[in-house]
């Protein structure tokens, strides 16, 4: 049986602030998105990695679900494996409680380590310090976590990275009513599935997700009048959803702003009042100069 040489690093972490539990992960491999994150928000987390068993992530799952602690959940889930030496995955619970493992027969540099909330993993590494310092990034660092999570492979790479190259990234993170419209608890699951800077290219669609899904600080709202205004009607003009500007913030700019919102997908930072989401005016200024 010819055995997939997957080069694969992974962390999974939890906020304890705010419940959500994240996965973050790199491989020289098509589609890993695919394959190793799995989370279900006040449950836990799966990475399943090296000759990865996808099986263990929803049975992971259901067992971290009946109660099983996730050491007791490594040791179920390997208890039958004819593959076992091959396999290389983590568990984490709802609280942030983790357990690990690396087959004895899993391909050079491969190795994990847990630390506070996280928990690092990788197989065909150019050494141990590319799991390593994912867990001191994560450690060290403060503010949201899929910004930790990105830092951390950022980090790994820096350290050494996978011994084969570069492919494909992922970032999977839940948290209960995080998704879009709060009717789901997927907050983010961004995916690169093929491209020669993948960690730059997953950076790029988080801000991405920023800028769509995130609300404005309303301290930073701008007044729409003055050069505001006109630099907003110039543009509403150029994308035919303005006839003429108008001296004021009349309805009928109102109306085709709140086209353009829609047309962009900014639902989430449009606001009903007088007043503009400087990031939407910037994304306005970069269409212009494109």
């Known amino acids: ?47 399943t990695q090296s000759f990865a068993n996808t099986g263990f992530g929803p049975d992971g799952l259901q067992l971290l679900k009946e109660g099983f602690s996730a050491a007791e959940v490594v040791e179920k889930l390997i208890a039958d494996d004819k593959d076992a030496a091959l396999r290389q995955f983590a568990i984490m619970d709802q609280n942030g409680r983790t357990a690990a493992y690396t087959g004895s027969e899993c391909f050079d540099w491969a190795g994990h ?13 150019k050494n141990k310090e590319t799991v390593e310092q994912m867990v001191a990034s994560f450690e060290s660092s403060e503010g949201p976590i899929a910004e930790r999570l990105l830092a951390a492979l950022d980090a790994a790479q820096a350290a050494g990275g996978d011994s084969r190259g570069k492919q494909s990234a992922a970032l999977f993170i839940v948290q209960r009513e995080g998704g879009y419209g709060g009717y789901n608890d997927r ?15 997953l950076r790029r669609l988080y801000e991405l997700h920023q800028l769509y899904f995130t609300r404005p600080d309303e301290n930073d709202l701008l007044e729409l009048d003055g050069e505001v205004l ?61």
């Open 1 to 47: 049986m010819s055995i997939p040489k997957v080069a694969t690093y992974s962390i999974i972490g939890f906020d304890p602030e705010t419940g959500e539990t994240g996965i973050a992960v790199q491989s020289k491999f098509l589609g890993v998105g695919a394959v190793v994150p799995w989370a279900e928000a006040g449950t836990g987390a799966v990475a």
């Open 113 to 125: 380590r847990e630390g506070r909330y996280c928990t690092a993993q990788g197989n065909i590494l």
């Open 187 to 201: 907050k983010y699951d961004l995916r690169v599935d093929d491209h020669k800077e993948p960690l730059a290219e």
């Open 230 to 290: 006109e630099e907003v009607q110039e543009h509403l003009v150029r994308e035919n959803l303005l006839n003429q500007k108008a001296a004021a913030y009349t309805d009928e700019v109102k109306a085709a702003l709140e086209a353009y919102f829609m047309q962009e997908n900014f639902e989430e930072r449009w606001q009903d009042d007088d007043k503009i989401d400087p990031a939407v005016l910037t994304f306005m200024r970069s269409r212009r100069e494109s």
